[in-house]
């Protein structure tokens, strides 16, 4: 426990000593410029005794346990006052130290046996497991002399999840088959598809292959076969968590935003009867076996919500050779990276040994500083530098996603902020032309 005095005791004992010149010229008044003293160290001390007979206010921190990342989270303090007498402090809760608070510290006033409750707002700016430490209350004495810091309530933690919150939207809107609304294409069929569904009444628009002879000849009326999409196939996320993935966009990690893709495409998959895997490569690396069920999309919230960036390239071909060996089966290999043209060489040389067994999209993401560089106005030398550089960049990324292409690659060259729609569509349309 730490003492401090207060501005009346300073006060008091500055007027006490500005009087020791006074006390110094007229001897008479030595004796009681020594009482007074006195008198002020037996009042300040007496006061201090009180105060360290005070008992320390009850507080409990009320606070989500998982909080998503970059929205504002209430957090609320129940104080309360069991002794017979008023109290005065000063209260911090100490919050994690990277997180950005409103409305802390705060000036509290307690009647005898009253409560009052204390709400403030944080927000978390990254990802990962937050600590909170005990509340600080500086506790001033009964006379006001004295401040007293004592701490009061218990730690605790919290996890900063991705923006579930976003999250929550994309997978209503595909829960109620509305994922059109944020730009995802969903291709109207009827009929068709890979694996047999039901028979039905042939409608008109019906292809002539899809008509079943036999059971139209027991019907007596022409029937035709439904199809579905084929279930049960396996799409793996490749994610880079290497250098590249920490640029940020608006204020947003491109890691941040690839992991919002991840789960709202692994919603998509599972309710198609897919099941779902991932592979980290750069840095920290995890790997989650592909899976089914509607828990999946928790269990790779719960696996990869502390999941950072790193300051290490990623190994595109190490990562192939290691996932090659993990999984057997014919799979949708998505890698998402942000590639430059010192990476192609490796870049070839992995996804060409993935596409011996799998089929292989690459998500590469472009910065969108990129866009804004060949839009903005140009009035400047530098600017006419700057737009001609971009430009080449961008005619090398071009060439070399069509050269994948061509290789069997599918790539998308896609901002970070267009990857999620861009994912579910590009997956839904692998479905429906059957090609895994």
């Known amino acids: 426990m730490n003492w401090y005095p207060r501005r009346p005791l300073l006060y008091l004992v500055s007027v006490w000593l500005l009087t020791a010149g006074i006390a110094s010229i007229f001897s008479q008044m030595t004796e009681a410029w020594l009482l007074a003293g006195g008198l002020i160290a037996g009042i300040a001390l007496y006061d201090q005794w009180r105060c360290r007979r005070m008992a320390t206010p009850d507080v409990q921190r009320l606070i989500p346990h998982n909080l998503p990342l970059s929205v504002p989270a209430h957090v609320r303090l129940q104080v309360r006052n069991r002794q017979e007498y008023p109290v005065r402090f000063l209260i911090h809760d100490h919050y994690p130290a ?9 000036q509290v006033k307690l009647d005898a ?3 009052i409750e204390i709400d403030y707002r944080l927000l978390p700016p990254e990802r990962g497991d937050a600590l909170f430490g005990k509340s600080e209350l500086q506790l ?3 006379w006001g002399f004295w401040q007293q810091r004592r701490f009061a309530g218990s730690t605790g933690s919290v996890r900063v999840y991705p923006n579930f919150a976003e999250i929550s939207t994309y997978t ?3 829960t109620d088959n509305r994922l059109s609304q944020i730009g995802v294409r969903r291709r109207q069929r009827r009929g068709e598809g890979n694996d047999f569904f039901q ?3 042939y409608r008109q628009g019906d292809s ?12 007596r009326k022409l029937i035709s076969k439904d199809y579905q999409d084929e279930k049960d196939q396996q799409v793996i996320f490749l994610l880079d968590t290497g250098r590249r993935m920490r640029h940020r966009d608006d204020g947003r990690a491109h890691l941040d935003q690839a992991l919002n893709a991840v789960l709202l495409l692994s919603y998509v998959a599972v309710r198609q009867g897919d099941a779902v895997g991932i592979m980290t490569i750069g840095g920290d690396s995890r790997w989650i076996a592909p899976r089914k069920g509607q828990d999946t999309v928790n269990r790779l919230l719960e696996s990869l919500y502390n999941l950072e960036s790193s300051i290490e390239p990623a190994d595109y071909l190490s990562a192939a050779s290691k996932l090659s060996s993990l999984q ?14 010192e990476d192609d060489r490796d870049l070839f040389a992995a996804t060409s040994q993935l596409r011996h067994h799998h089929l292989v999209v690459l998500a590469d993401l472009r910065e969108e500083i990129l866009d804004q560089t060949v839009t903005s106005p140009i009035d400047t030398e530098n600017q006419v530098l700057r737009y001609h550089a971009v430009e080449r960049y961008l005619d090398e990324r071009s060439r070399k996603h069509r050269l994948l292409l ?17 994912l579910v569509n590009q997956y839904l349309d692998i479905k429906s032309e059957a090609s895994l």
Do not use: Y
């Open 328 to 341: 057997r089966r014919r799979a949708l290999i998505i890698l998402i990276t942000n590639t430059r043209n």
């Open 172 to 174: 209503l809107l595909a």
């Open 113 to 115: 046996r009253s409560g």
């Open 406 to 422: 061509h290789r069997g690659i599918r790539a998308l060259d896609i901002t970070a902020r267009q990857l999620p729609v861009a």
């Open 208 to 219: 002539q292959r899809q008509i079943h002879w036999q059971a139209s000849a027991r019907q």
């Open 199 to 201: 028979l039905r009444e």
């Open 140 to 142: 001033v004495s009964p």
């Open 98 to 106: 990277h997180f950005s608070c409103e409305k802390m510290p705060r």
